[in-house]
């Protein structure tokens, strides 16, 4: 099934916000059950680990303002390079930065889904 860069703009944008306000319902539908995801820490990140952070309020987005870069459809995937100016807070600790994101979205029969990506700080 086909994909096109208007669908996935507009997937990109509902995880901004899913992200923001910690929208575990939309998050759990958008997030693949085996996604891997690397941190700017190099710290692997399963779909799982990520629910927990947004269920304990662990993550704090008072900022989120995208630049895309790049977005590449391949029949039903579509790789997404985005950069967020972002400013929040993370276990209370501040974040604040550029950073460069990479995610792979599939669709499948019940919606598209990110199934990897990476993020690392630009300076």
Same mark, same amino acid.
């Given at each position: 099934?086909?994909?096109s860069?208007?669908? /996935?703009? %507009?997937?990109?944008?509902?995880? /901004?916000? #899913? $992200? @923001? #306000? !910690?929208? $575990?319902?939309?998050?759990? @539908? !958008?997030?693949? @059950? +085996?996604?891997?995801?690397?941190?700017?820490?190099? &710290? *692997? *990140?399963?779909k799982?680990? +990520?629910?927990? !952070?947004?269920?304990? %309020?662990?993550?704090?987005?008072? &900022?989120? =303002?995208?630049?895309?870069? &790049?977005?590449?459809? =391949? #029949?039903?995937?579509?790789?997404?390079?985005?950069?967020y100016?972002? @400013?929040?807070?993370?276990? #209370?600790?501040? =974040?604040? %930065?550029?950073?460069?994101?990479?995610?792979?979205?599939?669709?499948?029969?019940?919606?598209?889904?990110?199934?990897g %990506? !990476?993020? /690392?700080?630009l +300076?």
């Amino acid at each position: 099934m086909m994909i096109s860069k208007t669908e /996935i703009l %507009g997937m990109e944008e509902r995880l /901004i916000e #899913g $992200i @923001k #306000g !910690s929208d $575990i319902k939309f998050l759990e @539908k !958008s997030l693949h @059950k +085996d996604l891997l995801f690397l941190a700017p820490n190099g &710290q *692997i *990140i399963t779909k799982e680990m +990520d629910l927990a !952070s947004h269920r304990a %309020g662990e993550m704090e987005v008072e &900022q989120l =303002i995208p630049t895309f870069e &790049q977005v590449r459809i =391949i #029949g039903d995937t579509a790789l997404v390079v985005v950069v967020y100016d972002t @400013k929040g807070t993370m276990l #209370g600790n501040p =974040i604040q %930065g550029k950073f460069r994101y990479f995610r792979v979205w599939k669709q499948f029969p019940d919606g598209l889904k990110v199934m990897g %990506g !990476s993020c /690392i700080k630009l +300076d």
